[in-house]
């Protein structure tokens, strides 16, 4: 029947009033404000970056091939068996033994407590697969190894990324993992992401080496190029420091030469390498390679036991200090790749707000005025119902403080439209139980109960694609599948809660009237 | 009471005609693919030097060597948009157009957005728009099913799928941008194609335990007379929405207001000309729906 008790008013009164005051909140100052959630705007509303960086993991495979290489070396030699022909081909380990050695070899690699091939408990499954042939042994990184690869390597590169961005001073960055081989970087209120773009390009993976004539030297050489590409020089692969050894790096201006260097300080480790290769190298070329390039080969002068340095390199200031923030952030286990990248600048943003919310007007205005010409009274009703549904939403929006993006606002305005729906449903209903009963009442409470199967079954179907939506859809597109589904709530209970409650007073003060819709 | 059925006929050839050529279209011409699926770079600019036109700029495009691009005005009258679409671009491609655009234009440009699609990006999304949009009819013919017969249930599919293939047609047709925000709109039109369906359906279904006399191709234009007001009154509330997104909310909504408005407009008409005659083809009668209710 439609009576409702005093205690059901107070409270659909109460909520309501709740949220009105937390959807309006989102319009005042924050410090004078009660409230302090929000709704966030999201990055193509309030502007700012969108950078999905992919993780090359190429070459950390490759250096644990490598590694394992040499420790297989080691641990075979030390056991004394004897093996022939140890290398890399095609991303596996390849060698082969004497037949008598298989069964034992093989055990050092399949048990479970192997030096040599770690066995993860979690998953069941050693580092290395192993494939025995006759006596040639070929192994290749199983899937849980790769696995531990790229997620070790992307906890690292998550925490130089974070570093780095943070280093550069952007308001609150978000810095979070996508997939296992992934790194997601939004960056609001940036619209120039040039320097953090170029800052992320770079491993920035430095080691200090020896300039070499010597073609034979015991570590192996490399020719490299010089950061200019005009000129080349063969370099030892003996690393005599690399960035780990670096506590601090800061550009500076050398007075005496006039040009801008990065100072760095070492660690203790670092020092005394630097101070025993300095001793013994006094006259010799020490090449300082970044990411496979030279960036300078000065000749030392002097034993350096300081652990401070400069590294000069035709820098600008603006090079030098990015050198340097690369130097102290540390390096990249591996290369990032921008895989997507998407900026919005501020203007656009608060174009696309402005535009939204004169749409949300001018539409919510042509549903009130048609609804209003349509069921008078009751398009009153259903126009209050909507204006209060809309402060639902808004207000939920900002209890949960939800991300608000343009196809966001998009979602509000299409849930004006459809919000009235329910309502619609009801009247219509009530229209035609009114021509088969007399009584008002019983009418209007027969219009609710039949109506009912066809506006949850109506709502369940958008809330289907909304749901489908949220967990298919990226970005932009999650917001507004966000606003449709909480829509379907916020229209739901304020059509059963406000709307029926309104029509419900005014139908028993006018249950006599003929004609009531 | 206006004779819906006597034009069931009529309006299934012309529905089947638009799906036949729909499809053709699809097969054909195929879509126009953005930045989002297809891969490559967009740029929205603004020039403040009035001179600056799609001519002017076009020329200075093609002297950057970028490969197939393609601008156009972007509502406002020194709005541009520019699609690329080379691939791999470095990470300082932007700053190179940037400083070439300046070079040999002059004047200075707002970069207003910028959007840089790697190809494996590109396929991944277009992977998961298409596993959307199966998903979610996948969703609706199993939810239809429950809640009706599956008779019903394959009326509405076979309706949300005129719905989508004619405004993707239509998208091929007038080669319109296909991008997430489509897939969006997509997403809401079968929403919203479903939702007109179900009102009409839950009316037959009613009707049909009321009346055992009557036959269903007469029950299905009694219940959609029933229903007519509420789906006129609300097909026009959505689509003044949508047309008030579609006019005042920015070039942005542009393509998904549109793609919407059409879902509308057909998800409306299908519900009334596809999902009542498949009922009456499938000679639904009281029988179909008092297994249900005994089950």
Redesign the interface.
């Known amino acids: 029947m439609l009576y409702f008790s005093k205690l059901r008013i107070t409270l659909v009164s109460f909520v309501t009033l709740f949220f009105i005051y937390f959807a309006l909140s989102n319009f005042q100052d924050p410090e004078n404000s009660f409230i302090s959630k929000r709704i966030n705007l999201g990055l ?1 509303l309030q502007g700012g970056s969108y950078l ?1 960086l ?1 993780i090359d993991n190429e070459p950390v495979e490759i250096q644990k091939l490598q590694n394992t290489t040499t420790v297989i070396r080691n641990f075979l030699k030390s056991k004394k068996i004897n093996f022939n022909d140890l290398r890399i081909q095609d991303k596996t380990i390849v060698f082969t033994t004497p037949i008598m050695d298989v069964g034992s070899v093989e055990a050092f690699f399949l048990d479970k407590e192997s030096e040599i091939n770690p066995y993860y408990n979690q998953y069941k499954s050693h580092q290395f697969d192993v494939i025995i042939e006759d006596s040639k042994f070929t192994l290749s990184l199983s899937k849980y190894g790769l696995i531990e690869i790229k997620t070790s390597s992307q906890d690292q590169a998550l925490e130089i990324v974070r570093r780095r961005v943070d280093e550069v001073g952007t308001n609150e960055p978000n810095i979070i993992k996508r997939g296992n081989n992934r790194i997601l970087v939004e960056l609001p209120g940036l619209d120039d992401p ?1 320097r953090i ?2 800052l992320l ?1 770079k491993t920035a993976n430095l080691t200090f080496r020896f300039v070499t004539q010597n073609k034979n030297d015991t570590f192996g050489t490399e020719m490299l190029q010089f950061e200019d590409g005009m000129s080349e020089a063969m370099v030892s692969k003996r690393i005599i420091l690399n960035g780990e050894n670096l506590l601090d790096a800061q550009p500076q201006m050398n007075n005496q030469t006039n040009e801008t260097v990065v100072s760095f300080t070492l660690d203790r480790v670092g020092a005394k390498r630097f101070g025993k290769a300095t001793s013994t190298g006094v006259g010799k070329q020490l090449a300082i390679v970044l990411d496979g390039k030279i960036v300078s080969a000065p000749t030392i002068q002097s034993v350096i036991a300081s652990g401070n340095g400069q590294i000069s390199g035709n820098f600008t200031f603006q090079s030098a200090t990015d050198l340097a923030l690369l130097l102290r952030s540390g390096a990249l286990p591996a290369p990032l ?9 501020p ?2 943003g608060q ?2 707000i402005n ?2 919310v ?3 007007m ?2 919510f205005l ?2 009130i005025i ?2 209003f010409f ?1 069921y008078k009274i009751f398009g009153l009703i259903a126009n209050i119902t909507l204006l209060v549904n809309l402060f639902f939403l808004v207000g939920i929006l900002t209890l949960f403080e939800a991300t608000l993006t ?2 966001g ?2 979602g509000i ?2 849930t ?3 919000a ?2 329910a309502n ?2 009801i009247f ?1 209903r009530i229209k ?1 139980e009114c021509k088969k009963e007399k009584n008002n009442i019983i009418a209007f409470d027969t219009g609710y109960v ?1 109506s009912k ?2 506006i949850i ?10 749901v ?2 949220f967990f ?6 999650k917001g ?2 966000v606003t ?1 589904a909480v829509g379907i709530f916020t229209t739901l209970f304020s059509v059963y809660f406000i709307a029926r409650m309104l029509t419900g007073l005014y139908v028993v003060r006018n249950k006599e009237k003929t004609k009531l819709i | 009471m206006i004779n819906f059925n006597k034009f069931y006929k009529l309006f299934n050839l012309i529905s089947l005609g638009l799906v036949v050529a729909s499809i053709l279209l699809l097969f054909f011409k195929g879509l126009n693919f953005g930045v989002d699926f297809k891969g490559g770079t967009l740029i ?1 600019l603004r020039s403040n030097d009035k001179n600056i036109n799609v001519t002017s700029l076009r020329q200075s495009f093609s002297q950057m060597n970028l490969g197939d691009f393609n601008v156009k005005k972007f509502g406002n009258e020194n709005d541009f948009l520019i699609k690329i679409e080379k691939k791999d671009t470095s ?2 491609a ?2 190179v157009i940037k400083k070439d655009l300046t070079s040999s234009l002059g004047g200075s440009f ?9 190809p ?2 590109s396929s991944e ?1 277009l992977k ?2 298409i ?2 949009i199966a ?2 009819l996948a ?2 013919l199993f ?1 239809i099913w429950i ?1 009706f017969e599956w008779q019903f249930s394959l009326g509405a599919i076979l309706a949300l799928f005129h719905d989508v293939i004619i405004t993707l047609g239509l998208f091929s047709l007038f080669s319109l941008e296909i991008n ?2 489509i ?2 709109a997509v ?2 039109i ?3 194609s ?3 369906t ?2 009409i359906y ?2 037959v279904r ?1 009707n049909l335990r009321k009346f055992s006399d009557i036959k269903i191709y007469e029950l299905t234009n009694i219940s959609i007379n ?2 007519l ?2 789906t006129i ?2 097909s ?10 579609y ?4 070039e ?2 542009k393509g ?2 549109l793609a ?1 408005i059409m879902g509308v407009v057909f998800g409306t008409y299908s519900s009334i000309y596809i999902a009542n005659p498949i009922l009456v083809k499938l000679r639904v009668s009281q029988k179909t729906i008092l297994k249900e209710d005994t089950e």
């Open positions: 193509d999905l992919e040039m773009k170029s390009g790749n921008i895989i997507e990248e998407r900026t919005v600048g203007d656009l174009d696309s535009a939204g004169i749409a949300l001018i539409g042509l549903v048609f609804m349509k343009l196809p606002i998009a305005i299409l004006v439209g459809m009235v729906d619609v449903l219509e035609e039949k199967t066809a079954d109506a709502n369940i179907t958008t809330l289907i694609a909304a489908i939506l298919m859809g990226s970005g932009p597109v507004f599948s449709l | 929205e990470a300082n932007i700053e707002n970069f207003r957005r910028v959007e840089n699609v790697g494996k990006v999304l998961s728009g596993i959307a998903l979610s969703a609706m939810y809640r997430l925000s897939v969006a997403l809401t079968v929403g919203y479903m939702n007109d179900v009102v839950d009316r009613e029933e229903t007001s509420r009154i609300t026009v509330t959505t689509l003044l929405a949508l047309v008030s997104i006019l005042f909310g920015g942005i909504l998904f207001s919407m």
